[in-house]
């Protein structure tokens, strides 16, 4: 398969959001007068949503309960999204290569757009996504394959001739029901273990350098 556009998903693939997240859920924590979460533990849940967070924070909450967690937890993060968000160290330079053969670009990402539209206002790229998808943009989301067609037709390319990288199964699949090859960033937000049997990706990147080298020898 020739891959003439590369497709990322944002949490755990892109952007290391991790520290942002976890300060965030502990100052809830704090705000409620409940003990801190280790970071590890944080860490393994991100890229399963604000709400996965939330009820690792209060596993004893549901209904209205929960949800005045979540959302203060989302207010708190919103309030500090990038004081320690950056692109996956490694990654830069595969950015950069996009940029100097003009490879298009992209993301889509389960991340509602207020969220994502203030998280990239603080995030500075070699060049800038041609497509950003988020979890609302259209009705359906991952693993639906609606998102992944709107970013290649936003990159103006098929979606046989994308790959979608991302750090969690549900990504995989999107990539899968789109037509698209696949690539699973085993760095990111895993539960530990991660068994990569239990991934039907077509590539397996073990860290960021991975992916730049892999984008480096697109066009070569």
């Given at each position: 398969?020739?891959?003439?556009?590369?497709?990322?998903?944002?949490?755990?693939?892109?952007?290391?959001?991790?520290?942002?997240?976890?300060?965030?859920?502990?100052?809830?924590?704090?705000?409620?007068?409940?003990?801190?979460?280790?970071?590890q533990d944080i860490r393994k849940v991100v890229s399963?949503?604000?709400?996965?967070?939330?009820?690792?924070?209060?596993?004893?909450?549901?209904?209205?309960?929960?949800?005045?967690?979540?959302?203060?937890?989302?207010?708190?993060?919103?309030?500090?999204?990038?004081?320690?968000?950056?692109?996956?160290?490694?990654?830069?330079?595969?950015?950069?290569?996009?940029?100097?053969?003009?490879?298009?670009w992209g993301i889509v990402t389960n991340k509602p757009?207020?969220?994502?539209?203030?998280?990239?206002?603080?995030?500075?790229?070699?060049?800038?996504?041609?497509?950003?998808?988020?979890?609302?943009?259209?009705?359906?989301?991952?693993?639906?394959?609606?998102?992944?067609?709107?970013?290649?037709?936003?990159?103006?390319?098929?979606?046989?001739?994308?790959?979608?990288?991302?750090?969690?199964?549900?990504?995989?699949?999107?990539?899968?029901?789109?037509?698209?090859?696949?690539?699973?960033?085993?760095?990111?937000?895993?539960?530990?273990?991660?068994?990569?049997?239990?991934?039907?990706?077509d590539l397996f990147f073990h860290t960021p350098i991975?992916?730049?080298?892999?984008?480096?020898?697109?066009?070569?």
């Amino acid at each position: 398969m020739t891959v003439k556009c590369v497709l990322f998903d944002l949490d755990g693939t892109l952007l290391d959001t991790s520290y942002d997240f976890a300060y965030a859920l502990n100052q809830t924590l704090k705000h409620f007068s409940q003990p801190p979460l280790r970071y590890q533990d944080i860490r393994k849940v991100v890229s399963q949503g604000g709400l996965a967070m939330t009820q690792l924070g209060f596993p004893n909450l549901s209904g209205d309960e929960l949800e005045e967690k979540r959302q203060h937890f989302l207010k708190v993060y919103f309030d500090n999204i990038a004081h320690h968000t950056q692109i996956f160290p490694g990654l830069e330079s595969g950015l950069e290569h996009l940029a100097k053969v003009n490879i298009p670009w992209g993301i889509v990402t389960n991340k509602p757009g207020w969220l994502t539209e203030k998280l990239l206002e603080h995030i500075s790229f070699p060049s800038q996504p041609l497509s950003v998808i988020s979890g609302d943009t259209l009705e359906n989301r991952k693993p639906n394959p609606e998102p992944m067609h709107l970013a290649a037709k936003q990159c103006g390319v098929s979606p046989d001739k994308c790959i979608y990288l991302g750090d969690h199964p549900r990504d995989i699949e999107a990539g899968i029901n789109a037509g698209m090859k696949t690539g699973a960033a085993m760095f990111g937000y895993l539960p530990e273990p991660a068994d990569a049997n239990a991934w039907p990706a077509d590539l397996f990147f073990h860290t960021p350098i991975e992916i730049s080298e892999y984008i480096k020898e697109l066009n070569s």
